[in-house]
């Protein structure tokens, strides 16, 4: 290994992204402190500005491509992409949490600090390059995540949430940690490229039944991170209880992230043996599919539905996954793109209609929506049918995608079983549309406030980008397909 | 940009503009989707007038790369086959508007915004030469037509705009697999190309390859037709849904199905096509008897015209499976009759609807002598629909039956009994609803057609007319392309039949 304790300039540049997040979030815990009651807003509006400017060194450092630090980062264009979806979520996440911070008098720049590191945490695992990297900023993210779904700590159900998804999330990163282990013991590094070459074939290669065990472990790890069944027991709960903020940035920034080190530990470190563990995310994409759509059919609170219509489009991306090509690897960078913007959406309309304590989550809560807010409800619409998968909105685009991907690689049945389920689907996000179209508003329907800005803001900027990546999908589709060759 | 570009563009542009009119201004909404519909049909005519003829292929070609990578062209023509199927959406759509002129009340923005949405995707799939550009279509034009029966539909809407939705989405996303898998033999979208790959025998399928995308392709397009027995969600749909949609539904959108099996299922797979099809006929003559029969005993007069649609469609299937000249053409002039003849009956239940707010046959009766105009109105479109010679129907069911002879003597016999029993139904729907004693909630509800009615209904009458007594104007278009799709399938059944080696072939071209 190249040992070099004194990392040169360039290598800061490709860790600018992380470092100005760090940075950002320590400043704005001491800041808390310093002004306490009397700026409250103002943490908002730096934590934009943080992000606003990691999202600018991204772009900046996606100029000088290559590792740093002894090669456990790594800036490629598949970092990039990643780190500017992750960063692209906390910004809207930032935007939709405004207006509910303030409802549930709840402003601190500990929530926005927080965010900042599990944003930054997000940063490192996407560009690390070797297993403990990834781990450290697994950890990072997923610390932070933990305390911002418990946020809200009077309330029961965050509580829970926090508990839940912390306990059994560190069950889970266990098992990851596990993996890496026995990885380790087996072929004697964790820089993944390293792996690669041992698992390549040769003298050293292991026993295939040790390693099989090793990703197997990762693999229960990874599959708890992205909700894939049958690891998703904690996510309904979670994505229910959390503050409706959080919940989007839960299903959507650590979600992507979580499928960047998946996507690239698989389809790196473990390609030479994609042949072992691709039945295995076969079953799992099949199994998330058919739980998450079909637990979805009867839910009544539109945040535990978009939960397991969470699990389910969890599922999708694993059908990508389970692809283990190129192409698939491409879908799958589409489709998290296509999800974050039109899962925080969704939820921003669900924040914006849930009022003060997130009384009014149920889908008649949205009964003659189209008529009280028409605005709110087309985008919300639009965001709908981009979940179905409606063709001219990302959603559509991107499933497109993953089956086209699932096809070349002959997965012919579980391209229709998928589809089929994407049917199914449709009815649950359907009877959402019939109460906003098709049903009166109830006599207990609170008056609606109008849209706050910073809400209209984290609407109409996903809900452009849906429909952008539907129309015009060659702009991110080109970019993902130039940076899903991973090994170098 | 051509004309069909033009056509394609207005009803979209009109849509957009219409979103940015205040929902107050409602007599403005009204006027300006008229008018954005109008213009559209009038540039369809122009389409009529530029049309040659004497060219069986794609004539307005435009095509243009969408998508780089994966291949997605927007590629759009029109043949002999599309001409006068988009020729009838953009005629009926300011139909439907005229006729929900007063019977739209609430949200008035949204339903004509709707309104050229889907004018917009039904153009769009009769235009569309790119598989995935068709599908986009064939989806978009779902969406609007959900709303139009949810929101503004009767008592079950919510259950039929759901039950509508959910049936043809399944369907059409198996459709979309099969897609994908050709696109990933193929390397193209294109149809044209792909039919061209398959007739130089560059692209060949194994016969069950083949049986199974025959199949994700017809059974998108059973759906949509709906052949028996997928046809159980036609009623509630045409049943709930305002006049306007029942209209788009009947007259247009249930071509898509039999447009998409002429279309595509023919030519891509003429060896599976063939071998389904003494199945499918079954199906289809199953329709036509039993939506006949099921038609005479219902007390809704919606719905028994929508029973009446599952018959005539058989007709329509009756005549592609036939695999003859004669039969594709009365299929293809069976689908523009009937949109004629069924909107027309449509619209016409409508002004009923509108005058005695019901839809039972029973809370009619002797509406002949409050509303005579109404009544013979009524009396012509009636006629049509059974197939009356002179009227449009006629044409295209004897042109079905005289092919379908040709290949099966008895799937004739059997269908005809569906044109007998059309004339059973419909002429004891007029004896029960316009003759007879009148009552007094009749006498002072129904009153005759007014002008914005006649000059819905009128055009209607006239187009039955024209179509009955001198189909030359538009067979000779039909009739060029039918012949084509015929030859289509044929050819690439010798190639898949006898598969000539390349060696063969090519000695086969030098002598």
């Known amino acids: 290994m190249p040992v070099n304790f004194s990392p040169a300039g360039v290598e800061y540049i490709r860790f600018l992204p992380e470092i100005v997040l760090i940075v950002a979030g320590t400043l704005l815990m001491v800041l808390d402190v310093i002004l306490r009651k009397q700026a409250r807003g103002i943490y908002g509006h730096l934590s934009i500005l943080a992000l606003a400017a990691a999202m600018a060194a991204a772009v900046f450092a996606s100029g000088w491509p290559g590792d740093a630090f002894s090669g456990m980062l790594i800036v490629d264009g598949f970092a990039t992409f990643f780190r500017v979806v992750v960063i692209g979520v906390g910004i809207l996440t930032v935007l939709s949490s405004y207006h509910f911070l303030e409802r549930e008098g709840a402003e601190t720049g500990e929530f926005h600090a927080l965010l900042l590191f599990s944003v930054a945490g997000q940063c490192i695992m996407v560009s690390a390059n070797e297993l403990i990297m990834i781990f450290i900023g697994l950890e990072i993210s997923s610390i932070s995540s933990y305390v911002l779904a418990g946020y809200l700590r009077d309330d029961k159900r965050a509580n829970e949430a926090a508990l839940k998804y912390f306990l059994l999330g560190s069950f889970a990163t266990a098992f990851f940690l596990y993996g890496v282990a026995v990885v380790y013991g087996m072929t004697g590094s964790t820089y993944l490229t390293a792996i690669h070459t041992v698992l390549s074939g040769g003298p050293t290669a292991p026993a295939p039944i040790f390693i099989d065990v090793?990703?197997?472990?990762?693999?229960?790890?990874?599959?708890?991170?992205?909700?894939?069944?049958?690891?998703?027991?904690?996510?309904?709960d979670v994505y229910q209880g959390a503050p409706t903020p959080v919940s989007a940035f839960l299903t959507t920034g650590p979600k992507a992230a979580a499928f960047a080190i998946f996507l690239r530990i698989f389809m790196t470190a473990f390609a030479p043996i994609a042949r072992d563990w691709y039945p295995l995310v076969w079953a799992s994409a099949l199994l998330s599919m058919t739980i998450g759509n079909f637990a979805a059919l009867t839910q009544s609170n539109v945040k535990r539905l978009l939960g397991y219509s969470s699990i389910a489009h969890a599922g999708y991306v694993l059908v990508a996954l389970a692809a283990h090509s190129q192409i698939g690897t491409s879908a799958a960078m589409f489709y998290l793109a296509a999800y974050a913007f039109m899962n925080i959406g969704a939820f921003a309309v669900v924040s914006h209609l849930s009022g003060k304590g997130e009384r009014f989550l149920s889908v008649d809560d949205f009964a003659g929506l189209a008529v009280r807010q028409p605005g709110t409800a087309a985008l919300l619409s639009i965001f709908l049918m981009s979940l179905i998968g409606v063709p001219l909105t990302g959603g559509f685009f991107g499933k497109f995608y993953i089956f086209k991907a699932a096809l070349s690689?002959?997965?012919?049945?579980?391209?229709?079983?998928?589809?089929?389920?994407?049917?199914?689907?449709?009815?649950?996000?359907?009877?959402?549309?019939?109460?906003?179209?098709?049903?009166?508003?109830?006599?207990?329907?609170?008056?609606?406030?109008?849209?706050?800005?910073?809400?209209?803001?984290?609407?109409?900027?996903?809900?452009?980008?849906?429909?952008?990546?539907?129309?015009?999908?060659?702009?991110?589709?080109?970019?993902?397909?130039?940076?899903?060759?991973?090994?170098? | 940009m051509n004309l069909l570009d033009i056509v394609l563009a207005i009803p979209l542009l009109g849509f957009f503009v219409l979103l940015l009119v205040p929902r107050a201004a409602e007599d403005a909404i009204r006027k300006m989707a008229l008018g954005f519909s109008l213009v559209a049909f009038a540039a369809s005519l122009g389409l009529a007038f530029q049309y040659e003829t004497i060219r069986p292929g794609e004539q307005f070609v435009t095509d243009i790369v969408w998508i780089a990578s994966p291949n997605i062209h927007y590629h759009v023509s029109l043949d002999g086959l599309s001409l006068w199927l988009l020729i009838?959406?953009?005629?009926?759509?300011?139909v439907c508007i005229l006729i929900s002129w007063k019977s739209i009340q609430t949200r008035s923005k949204e339903f004509f915004a709707f309104m050229l949405l889907l004018e917009f995707g039904l153009t769009g799939v009769f235009a569309a030469q790119d598989l995935f550009l068709f599908y986009v279509f064939w989806e978009v034009s779902l969406v609007p037509m959900y709303f139009l029966i949810g929101i503004w539909g009767h008592d079950r809407r919510i259950y039929a705009a759901l039950k509508f939705f959910l049936y043809t989405f399944a369907a059409s996303v198996l459709m979309l697999t099969a897609i994908i898998y050709l696109y990933n033999h193929t390397g193209t979208f294109n149809y044209p190309e792909i039919l061209a790959q398959l007739s130089s025998g560059k692209l060949a399928f194994s016969p069950s390859q083949q049986m199974l995308l025959f199949l994700a392709f017809f059974l998108a397009f059973a759906v949509k037709?709906?052949?028996?027995?997928?046809?159980?969600?036609?009623?509630?749909?045409?049943?709930?849904?305002?006049?306007?949609?029942?209209?788009?539904?009947?007259?247009?959108?249930?071509?898509?199905?039999?447009?998409?099996?002429?279309?595509?299922?023919?030519?891509m797979f003429p060896s599976a096509a063939r071998a389904c099809a003494p199945w499918i006929v079954v199906l289809a003559i199953i329709g036509i008897i039993y939506g006949a029969l099921v038609a005479m005993v219902q007390p809704n007069m919606k719905k028994l015209v929508a029973y009446s649609s599952v018959s005539h469609l058989g007709f329509v299937v009756l005549g592609?499976?036939?695999?003859?000249?004669?039969?594709?053409?009365?299929?293809?002039?069976?689908?523009?009759?009937?949109?004629?003849?069924?909107?027309?009956?449509?619209?016409?239940?409508?002004?009923?609807?509108?005058?005695?707010?019901?839809?039972?046959?029973?809370?009619?009766?002797?509406?002949?002598?409050?509303?005579?105009?109404?009544?013979?109105?009524?009396?012509?479109?009636?006629?049509?629909?059974?197939?009356?010679?002179?009227?449009?129907?006629?044409?295209?069911?004897?042109?079905?039956?005289?092919?379908?002879?040709?290949?099966?003597?008895?799937?004739?016999?059997?269908?005809?009994?569906?044109?007998?029993?059309?004339?059973?139904?419909?002429?004891?729907?007029?004896?029960?609803?316009?003759?007879?004693?009148?009552?007094?909630?009749?006498?002072?509800?129904?009153?005759?057609?007014q002008p914005r009615e006649w000059a819905a209904i009128a055009p209607l009458i006239l187009m039955m007319v024209w179509m009955g007594m001198y189909s030359q104007s538009f067979l000779p278009a039909v009739r060029r392309t039918t012949a084509r799709i015929l030859e289509q399938t044929q050819v690439n059944v010798q190639i898949r039949v006898q598969a000539p080696p390349a060696a063969t072939q090519v000695v086969a071209h030098a002598r």
């Open chain 2, 88 to 94: 009838l959406a953009t005629f009926l759509t300011p």
């Open chain 1, 409 to 488: 690689s002959h997965l012919v049945w579980l391209t229709v079983l998928g589809l089929l389920n994407s049917a199914v689907a449709a009815y649950y996000y359907l009877r959402i549309l019939v109460a906003m179209y098709m049903r009166e508003p109830g006599e207990a329907a609170a008056e609606l406030e109008p849209l706050p800005i910073g809400l209209r803001a984290a609407l109409v900027i996903p809900a452009l980008g849906t429909l952008f990546l539907g129309i015009f999908p060659s702009w991110v589709l080109d970019f993902a397909v130039k940076s899903a060759a991973l090994v170098r």
């Open chain 1, 214 to 236: 090793a990703v197997a472990l990762m693999f229960v790890g990874l599959g708890f991170k992205v909700s894939g069944a049958p690891f998703q027991i904690w996510a309904p």
């Open chain 2, 320 to 449: 592609i499976f036939s695999f003859t000249q004669n039969g594709m053409d009365g299929a293809v002039y069976q689908m523009l009759g009937h949109g004629i003849s069924t909107g027309a009956l449509f619209v016409l239940v409508g002004v009923l609807y509108e005058r005695r707010h019901s839809l039972e046959i029973a809370d009619y009766g002797g509406v002949a002598a409050a509303a005579p105009w109404l009544s013979t109105a009524f009396m012509i479109t009636m006629l049509a629909s059974i197939g009356l010679p002179t009227l449009s129907n006629f044409v295209g069911e004897f042109l079905v039956l005289q092919g379908s002879a040709r290949t099966n003597f008895y799937w004739t016999a059997f269908a005809s009994i569906g044109v007998i029993l059309s004339a059973c139904y419909m002429l004891w729907l007029y004896q029960r609803v316009f003759y007879g004693e009148t009552p007094a909630e009749v006498r002072h509800h129904i009153f005759d057609l």
């Open chain 2, 225 to 267: 037709v709906p052949i028996f027995p997928l046809h159980t969600w036609l009623p509630d749909a045409h049943g709930e849904a305002p006049t306007a949609g029942s209209v788009m539904l009947a007259s247009v959108m249930l071509k898509m199905g039999t447009y998409g099996l002429a279309r595509f299922c023919l030519p």
